[in-house]
């Protein structure tokens, strides 16, 4: 199950995608607005552990159908008229978070997300396996679940920050061939 972080970066990823242009340093406020919208799926989980039903996580937040609807309605909202460009950039970087979720789930029935709520409950996952994890021998045990937090956070960093950054470095490059020929 992937953390904020590989949510984060992979939703960069597919924001750097979709522009067609890298990230810069002064646009920190669109990198954490892109991150919000990856991680917000995972908001159900706060609902889940005050009503105490844990199958409440990853049904409606983590539909495709959900992802759809939520982010064209933040484009209208945000440009007070139908954006659809705009739309499709906030859908997709919902719509990533299921998709990450549905990729490193092993069991469909228990965890997986509902990628199509409401019209089906059913879960799904691809199966192939999870994050792999990091065994350190000696950590104290009150101290596990914190080692292993920085663990996954590590990994997830190892995993998808060269990727974003080789899709930002391609992206920038092919600009700057475009630019150069074009002018």
Known sequence: MPYPIGHSLVAW?????CR???LTIIEWKTALWWSFLAV???FDFAISTITGDYDLHR???HSLITAVVVGMLLAIIEFRAFNWRRGLLYTALI???AMLDWATTLAARTSGPALFWPISNQRY???VGTMPEIAIPGVPVT???FFELVQICLVELLIFLPIFLLISFVISYFRRTQSITAA
């Not at 990823?13 to 995608?17: D, F, I, P």
């Open 20 to 22: 067609r242009r890298h």
């Open 143 to 145: 101290l596990q679940p």
């Open 59 to 61: 049904t409606g937040t």
């Open 13 to 17: 990823t597919v924001g750097v995608v």
């Open 95 to 97: 719509g990533s978070h």
């Open 40 to 42: 917000s799926p995972d």
């Open 125 to 127: 996952a691809l199966g």
